[in-house]
């Protein structure tokens, strides 16, 4: 690893599981310092530990992303901690599978106020750091579900949705201080048990697989290397062209 890429720290929201350990063990394999951020304590030491039995170094984060006021002091403990920060993924997210008959107001503040406010506070606070250093690059994971919907997933598509738009006005905010701001937006992501999944799984995607959490490491790696300060403000689909597949019945 070279010193410049070992003095880097990437924050990563929802590392605990998912995408999320999978991008945090990404940029540890590059030889990046990394700052994890979860909810569930014992998940987030889990990545931790992982990272460090690969030779990396790491730093958690308990903390709950619903809870905004709680976010500037661990992004400035973050800084502290590590001296700086460079890039910041905004993964963290989850969702409510309710009819929009039943779903109650503090059901849609949790979902929104997790998933878009703790997007947009996580990523104020960081381009504080960042700015201090000359720069840095955000990430936000969103969705195709910002784009196409199942029924009962009102407050999750809403989240996901802003989060496209949060992208493209924080990069015109932040673009001044030397900072990109680009969104992802994965389709069918596997973080389950992959050898469960059929051949009509498979099928309903143009690349013929189902995709991989590796899949988004690349792209979150992509768009935070060194140098790579041309692309901001846009949003990466990542489904094997599943979104673009079009389907007849029959």
């Not at 094997?240 to 029959?250: A, D, F, H, P, S």
Request: include cysteine; proline fraction near 2%; charge should be negative.
């Amino acid at each position: 690893m070279s010193k410049q890429e070992e003095a880097r720290v990437a924050v990563v929201t929802g590392a605990g599981s998912g995408i999320g350990r999978a991008v945090a063990l990404g940029y540890a394999g590059v030889g990046i310092r990394t700052a994890l951020i979860d909810r569930n304590e014992a998940a987030l030491r889990e990545t931790g530990a992982l990272i460090r039995e690969a030779g990396g170094s790491s730093g958690e984060y308990v903390l709950d992303l619903s809870d905004g006021g709680a976010i500037p002091a661990v992004i400035e403990r973050i800084a502290a901690d590590f001296g700086r920060i460079d890039i910041l993924v905004n993964n963290a997210g989850l969702g409510i599978g309710k009819s929009p008959y039943e779903l109650e107001l503090d059901e849609w503040d949790y979902v929104l106020n997790t998933n878009l406010r703790g997007t947009f506070l996580c990523s104020r606070e960081c381009a504080k750091a960042m700015r201090a250093v000359g720069g840095g690059a955000i990430v936000n994971i969103a969705s195709t579900r910002a784009f196409m919907s199942e029924p009962h997933s009102e407050a999750y598509a809403a989240s996901k949705g802003g989060i496209v738009s949060l992208t493209h006005a924080l990069a015109a905010s932040l673009g001044p201080d030397g900072i990109t701001v680009n969104a992802i937006s994965p389709g069918w992501i596997e973080t389950g048990d992959y050898g469960k999944l059929t051949a009509a799984d498979h099928a309903q995607h143009w690349s013929g697989r189902v995709g991989r959490p590796a899949d988004i490491v690349r792209a979150c790696l992509y768009l935070t290397e060194r140098g790579n300060d041309f692309i901001t403000g846009t949003n990466m689909t990542i489904d094997g062209g599943m979104t673009r597949k079009m389907i007849y019945v029959e």
